[in-house]
């Protein structure tokens, strides 16, 4: 009686840890799911900008061929952009946006494994810089060099930092730091698939090929393309294409790290959200598995006691 006893005590102490566990697991997908509505907002509303945008740099594309279709030297010396600018690789930048805290299922891992698979196979000197603990501790542990580290950036992604952090990047680009910038990061598909991929952000496809050559490739985070199907509308830019181009090549950057911030952002709510999910219904599983014990040991208990006090009045009887 008293090993059933104790055995019964375990359990039902069991029971009421795992129950404890399941309501913070519960409420924090709860919180989870309530941040990602709000990144996904964010997201979506980042979108139309981005495409818009792309559809002006497009349209200036066409006005300067246009323009400079008869003086090949003219047009080459009208396209001059630092952040076009292609020249030898002597060191790549690779900025690795990971999370600050974890519970968030594959969401690090996944994003760690291909930034460490791409950093072994890259040839060329490189360094990187760190956006979430996660991504630094990986970088920190496997000796890879580290340019800057950000860390504790919060749930909310604010585009200020974002302007400042693309700004730092462009500056270390035309002052010649790195010759190459790399983001490695996860795309925001859906609530339930999110897809790690990396994407070029510096330099920016040569104005000939930036309406062939999107910054996001085929199903990876692609921009959607903007008029397709729709004709051409020429437009007169003042003070000219030139000086239009120099103002909005910075802002299409920023634009484009902000999004990829905002993808990341919900792709990480998002994937915790599901883990938390997960660990709510396997929580549920194992307090009606143990329950089940529970009672198996209560009966048998109950059953050993019926027995013992039969045997007892039968000792009686017979005496």
Same mark, same amino acid.
């Given at each position: 009686?008293?090993?059933?006893?104790?055995?019964?005590?375990?359990?039902?102490r069991?029971?009421? #840890?795992?129950?404890?566990? @399941?309501?913070?697991?519960?409420?924090?997908?709860?919180?989870?799911?309530?941040?990602?509505?709000? /990144?996904?907002?964010?997201?979506?509303?980042?979108?139309?900008?981005?495409?818009?945008l792309?559809?002006?740099?497009e349209?200036?594309v066409?006005?300067?061929?246009?323009?400079?279709?008869?003086?090949? $030297?003219?047009r080459?010396?009208?396209?001059?952009?630092?952040?076009?600018?292609?020249?030898?690789?002597?060191?790549?930048?690779?900025v690795?946006?990971?999370?600050?805290? $974890?519970?968030?299922?594959?969401?690090?891992?996944?994003?760690?494994?291909?930034?460490? @698979?791409?950093?072994s196979?890259?040839?060329?000197?490189?360094?990187?810089?760190?956006?979430?603990?996660? $991504?630094?501790?990986?970088?920190?542990?496997?000796?890879?060099?580290?340019?800057?580290?950000?860390?504790?950036l919060?749930d909310?992604?604010?585009?200020?930092?974002?302007?400042?952090?693309?700004?730092?990047?462009?500056?270390?680009?035309?002052q010649?730091?790195?010759?190459?910038?790399?983001?490695?990061?996860?795309?925001?598909?859906?609530?339930?698939?999110?897809?790690?991929?990396?994407?070029?952000l510096?330099?920016?496809?040569?104005l000939?090929?930036l309406?062939?050559?999107?910054?996001?490739?085929?199903?990876?985070?692609?921009?959607?393309?903007?008029?397709?199907?729709?004709?051409?509308?020429?437009?007169?830019?003042?003070?000219?294409?030139?000086?239009?181009?120099?103002i909005?090549?910075?802002?299409f950057?920023?634009?484009?790290?902000?999004?990829?911030?905002?993808?990341?952002?919900?792709a990480?709510?998002?994937?915790?959200?599901?883990?938390?999910?997960?660990?709510?219904?396997?929580?549920?599983?194992?307090?009606?598995?143990l329950?089940?014990?529970?009672?198996?040991?209560?009966?048998?208990?109950?059953?050993?006691?019926?027995?013992?006090? /039969?045997?007892?009045?039968?000792?009686?009887? #017979?005496?």
């Open positions: 009686m008293a090993v059933a006893g104790q055995s019964m005590r375990d359990i039902k069991r029971i009421n #840890s795992i129950k404890n566990t @399941q309501q913070i697991t519960r409420a924090m997908e709860i919180v989870a799911a309530t941040k990602l509505r709000r /990144v996904q907002l964010q997201v979506q509303a980042a979108r139309p900008f981005a495409g818009k792309r559809e002006v740099l349209r200036l066409t006005a300067q061929r246009q323009a400079m279709a008869s003086s090949r $030297g003219r080459r010396k009208a396209m001059d952009h630092p952040l076009l600018a292609v020249r030898p690789v002597e060191k790549v930048a690779y690795i946006i990971t999370a600050d805290r $974890g519970l968030a299922g594959g969401y690090n891992a996944n994003v760690i494994r291909l930034a460490n @698979q791409i950093l196979e890259e040839k060329r000197p490189f360094t990187t810089i760190a956006v979430g603990r996660r $991504g630094r501790d990986f970088l920190v542990r496997t000796g890879r060099p580290i340019l800057e580290e950000h860390i504790g919060g909310d992604v604010k585009y200020d930092w974002a302007r400042a952090f693309s700004q730092m990047l462009m500056r270390r680009f035309e010649g730091e790195v010759d190459e910038v790399n983001f490695v990061y996860t795309e925001f598909v859906s609530a339930v698939v999110q897809r790690p991929l990396t994407a070029r510096l330099p920016i496809a040569g000939d090929e309406g062939a050559e999107p910054a996001f490739g085929e199903g990876t985070g692609r921009l959607p393309e903007p008029g397709e199907g729709e004709e051409a509308v020429p437009y007169v830019y003042e003070p000219s294409p030139e000086a239009v181009l120099n909005l090549l910075p802002r950057v920023e634009t484009q790290v902000y999004q990829m911030l905002l993808e990341a952002k919900a990480e709510q998002a994937a915790r959200m599901t883990a938390m999910r997960n660990a709510t219904d396997n929580a549920e599983e194992m307090i009606r598995n329950n089940l014990s529970f009672n198996r040991a209560r009966q048998e208990s109950i059953t050993k006691e019926i027995s013992e006090i /039969v045997g007892g009045a039968e000792a009686l009887a #017979s005496g």
